[in-house]
């Protein structure tokens, strides 16, 4: 074993070596020889592991080409689920690409206001558009739909208490745990109801004066059928207004179109949440 350790070339000799020359002109010497101590670094565990080391070039061009690929790749989504989150979720309209490669490939008004020639907010560019597509007040863009919740929950009712069904203590993609969302944020979480009925009477009932938010939150990624019953968004809302809490719409996929159009499940859309009185909803971007 001790042979084969000493067998092993260094890396100044492999950057010598003919069949690397090419890639000494189009690679940084950084790079390159962080790809060939790599490939010594494999080849030392082999040799430990009683394996055979194969061939230092072909693995120091194999790193090489691998750093080379971008992470990002097109897929095909077989699975049946239209706006899939491990596959991109929606993808974009040849419209929107033709947009943004247009701002992309130079400077743009990102965080400018050119009417007022001074400093903007790159916020501006949504929130009208936001507030046309969904009737709500104001708008605002955050990372993913998680964020938003622990954002809001965070800013309203840090320290207080928060309402929830019981039946809605999901967990969605990525391991987010509403009740995990909750913790982080400070709030104290209520659970009322059951995991297949809950009332409006059962929120009232747990409401004190710590309440600071009635939280709804959509159950996009599983169904209780049967024996059920939730409360409307219009009696979350109203219960919560006569209380001076808030009433907040976790919404999950924020549909903006009827989905049923196009033969799909129907999900709630954002503009339902707004106008049954919502004093603020979440929902994802796509």
């Not at 916020?123 to 969904?134: G, N």
Request: with cysteine; hydrophobic share 45%.
């Amino acid at each position: 074993m001790s042979d084969l350790f000493r067998s092993l070339p260094s890396v100044d000799r492999l950057l010598q070596d003919e069949r690397l020359v090419a890639l000494v002109q189009t690679e940084s010497r950084t790079a390159l020889a962080g790809a060939i101590r790599d490939a010594l670094a494999e080849a030392r565990s082999e040799i430990r592991a009683g394996r055979p080391t194969g061939d230092l070039i072909e693995a120091v061009q194999g790193r090489v080409a691998a750093a080379r690929r971008l992470p990002l790749r097109r897929a095909i989504n077989g699975t049946g689920v239209v706006i899939h989150t491990n596959l991109g979720r929606a993808p974009l309209s040849a419209a929107a690409i033709r947009a943004m490669g247009e701002v992309a490939a130079g400077y743009s008004n990102l965080e400018y206001d050119l009417e007022a020639g001074a400093r903007g907010s790159r916020h501006e560019h949504v929130t009208d558009l936001l507030r046309r597509l969904t009737g709500a007040e104001a708008a605002l863009v955050v990372n993913n739909n998680a964020a938003a919740v622990l954002l809001a929950l965070s800013a309203l009712a840090s320290g207080c208490e928060v309402v929830v069904s019981r039946s809605e203590l999901v967990e969605i993609g990525g391991g987010f745990r509403i009740p995990d969302v909750l913790r982080q944020s400070g709030c104290r979480l209520v659970e009322v109801g059951t995991t297949n009925r809950t009332y409006v009477e059962d929120f009232v009932a747990a409401a004190g004066p710590e309440t600071a938010i009635f939280l709804r939150v959509h159950a996009s990624n599983y169904k209780i059928v049967g024996f059920t019953h939730a409360p409307t968004l219009a009696e979350l809302a109203d219960a919560a207004h006569a209380r001076g809490a808030l009433f907040v719409d976790d919404l999950g996929g924020g549909s903006l179109l009827d989905t049923a159009r196009f033969g799909l499940a129907r999900e709630p859309l954002v503009q339902e949440s707004v106008a049954a009185g919502s004093d603020l909803l979440c929902f994802s971007g796509d």
